[in-house]
């Protein structure tokens, strides 16, 4: 089992930065990789980075590359999403997973076996 926690949402103006962080407790060393998606209201959740554990190998959507930067800090478990130049179109519950099986590819969200409970991001115009 893997839990875990999302932390670091807030309201931003447009322009603005903010920076998740995901720790991650339990059997942390069977993670593969570590990813970030969102969901906007009335939208189906989709990719934004991911990032594997050993390697630090990192994957971006389209519309996040340049702005936002997926990190890990291997000692604390800890994933983190730095976000800046943010737009309203960022606006989402924002949810890190793990890949527990190794699966690829990344960016499709049933490789992940385990979520948090995601964190919202709103960005004012």
């Known amino acids: 089992q893997v ?3 999302e932390s670091g949402g807030g309201l931003v103006q447009a322009g603005g930065s903010l920076r998740l ?3 991650a407790s339990g ?3 069977s993670s593969y990789a570590m990813g970030w998606f969102r969901q906007a209201p009335g939208k189906e959740r989709e990719f934004v980075a991911a990032i594997i554990w050993s390697g630090g190998n990192t994957y ?3 519309s996040v590359k340049g702005r936002f930067t997926i990190s890990r ?3 604390k478990n800890t994933v983190y999403l730095q976000m800046n130049s943010l737009k309203p179109e960022d606006t989402a519950v924002y949810y890190c997973a793990a890949n ?3 699966g690829t ?3 499709t969200q049933y ?5 948090g409970q995601g964190t919202q991001v709103t960005v004012s115009s």
Request: one cysteine or more; charged letters at 10%.
């Open 3 to 5: 839990q875990l926690v």
């Open 21 to 23: 962080s995901c720790a």
């Open 27 to 29: 059997r942390t060393l």
């Open 60 to 62: 971006y959507a389209d």
């Open 73 to 75: 800090d291997n000692a």
């Open 100 to 102: 527990t099986v190794g």
């Open 105 to 107: 590819p990344l960016q």
């Open 111 to 115: 490789v992940y076996t385990y979520w």
